[in-house]
């Protein structure tokens, strides 16, 4: 497990006089509007004042795009030993068993939780529907408008958190730095276009900014998931850790010069098949399990199989399932595959592997503390210890939500026993005035050279 902390010649990113910029003052700041963001600044105290920035409007995040579903024993024929059991195998053995039993137990009520914030599962004789994804061994991912599940999640969220009066929603607002004193984090400098740069104290933060799949060239991610999250508390002295486990989800859409769309697990957990260009379905030479093993065992076939067949792609095939279940369960896909000129219920859809989800993170406790003090951390921003080397499907929505609580009861906690009378720190910037920002820099071709690099280098093959 790789561990790391950062030294370096300027503490704070760009130049700034805490004179000339505008302060504000929070008890608690959280730094990302996921399901892990939002879930935490409903845990906090409704007495205290909490600040969420978000860089794009607080629809826009990695959460909003999960398709597949959470994850949570609710079939009475399940257990939460299997569910702990399947997770700990997708992890490799990397997982913290104490954190997966944490987590795993709490999942049906944080489910139950979301269903009382108004979110709407789909429902099938009256109960929630369950299906299975790869490393599941039983029906257990509930999910919503087919496969939308975390558009509905994050409908109902908003919605919650929008309703209560101590919390400020601040969108386009991007995050420059933390703000750091005597080893602690005393909020961070923003920047939007309302305010520029703008102080904001805050007694406690909250880092839920999500993932890094930006970083790639092939990746499920939208534009926002560029790993600012983690540069930022990195340079603020927090540890960071295994950094190295990027997931790559293995069926993204493959079109020549087009966007890059997921294409859901739960489609090869309603019985999906890949084939390759010659039509052979390939799974069964690298994983009992078939299209339904874990995902970087599919991610590795699927790269292997491309290989072997020259071919820039490899097939799901859906026309065998039934046409009715392929219009109820995946309406998204459909509608995404219809504007590329393919009828999933007949045609092959072209995929490939693309980066999915930064396992590791921000180092944090089973409360979500950082190694900063003053500083939390939750969701895909962090490194808990539930994932190990690989995420079972259908988790990471389960994890922004039991850590999300606990992060803002954590942080809720602490800022209730800080008194009110914060202190302006004279912080300042170690930039000279002979030194360059950089303002001549060619950004999308550094941005192309180094996605393409990760890809390369950083990618699906690894070695020890």
């Known amino acids: 497990m790789a561990r790391l902390k950062l030294k370096t010649k300027h503490r704070y990113l760009i ?6 910029i505008p302060h504000t003052f929070a008890d608690v700041l959280i730094i990302g509007g996921g399901i892990a963001g939002i879930r935490a600044a409903l845990a906090i105290d409704p007495k205290l004042d909490v600040i969420v920035i978000t860089k794009d409007q607080l629809r826009e995040s990695n959460s909003a795009y999960a398709q597949g579903g959470i994850a949570g024993v609710l079939d009475p024929l399940d257990d939460v030993s299997n569910h702990v059991r399947d997770t700990m195998n997708a992890g490799k053995g990397l997982c913290d068993e104490e954190t997966v039993k944490m987590v795993v137990k709490e999942a049906p009520d944080r489910i139950r939780e979301l269903i009382s914030y108004g979110a709407e599962f789909d429902k099938e004789n009256g109960e929630i ?22 558009k509905e999640i994050m409908r109902a969220m908003r919605e919650m958190v929008r309703s209560r009066g101590n919390i400020q929603i601040w969108e386009k607002t991007f995050n ?59 340079r603020a002295g927090a540890e960071v850790r295994d950094m190295e486990f990027m997931q790559f989800h293995p069926t993204v859409l493959y079109i020549a010069g087009g966007a890059r769309y997921l294409i859901s697990e739960a489609v090869r957990g309603e019985g999906a098949y890949l084939k390759d260009c010659t039509g052979y379905r390939f799974m069964e030479d690298y994983d009992p399990a078939l299209e339904l093993a874990p995902r970087d065992v599919v991610s590795n076939a699927i790269t292997n199989q491309m290989s072997l067949t020259r071919h820039p792609c490899v097939y799901l095939d859906l026309a065998h399932i039934d046409q009715d279940v392929i219009s109820e369960r995946f309406p998204h896909i459909a509608k995404v595959c219809t ?3 393919i009828d999933i219920k007949h045609d092959l859809i072209p995929v490939r592997p693309g980066a999915h989800y930064m396992i590791g993170g921000l180092t944090v406790d089973e409360f979500g503390a950082t190694t900063l003090p003053g500083l939390w951390a939750a969701g895909e921003a962090s490194s808990s210890g539930l994932h190990g080397a690989n995420r079972l499907g259908s988790n990471s929505l389960l994890e922004g939500l039991v850590f999300g609580i606990r992060a803002g009861e954590g942080a809720s906690e602490l800022a209730i026993k800080q008194d009110d009378s914060f202190t302006v720190i004279p912080l300042e910037s170690t930039w000279g005035n002979e030194e360059q920002l950089g303002e001549d820099l060619d950004l999308q071709d550094l941005r192309n050279s180094l996605t393409s690099l990760m890809w390369r280098n950083v990618g699906i093959k690894r070695d020890a």
């Open 15 to 20: 130049p700034f006089n805490p004179k000339r």
């Open 129 to 150: 529907a369950l299906t299975k994804e790869g490393g599941h061994s039983h029906n257990r991912v509930a999910h919503a408008l087919g496969d939308a599940t975390g």
């Open 176 to 234: 420059i730095d933390l703000l750091t004193h005597q080893e602690s984090c005393r909020g961070s400098l923003v920047w939007n276009p309302y305010h520029g740069k703008t102080f904001v104290w805050a007694k406690q933060t909250i880092m839920t900014t999500g993932g890094a799949g930006q970083l790639y060239r092939e990746t499920t991610n939208p534009e926002i998931a560029t790993g600012d999250g983690h540069a930022i508390a990195f």
């Open 339 to 341: 504007g590329f000129g």
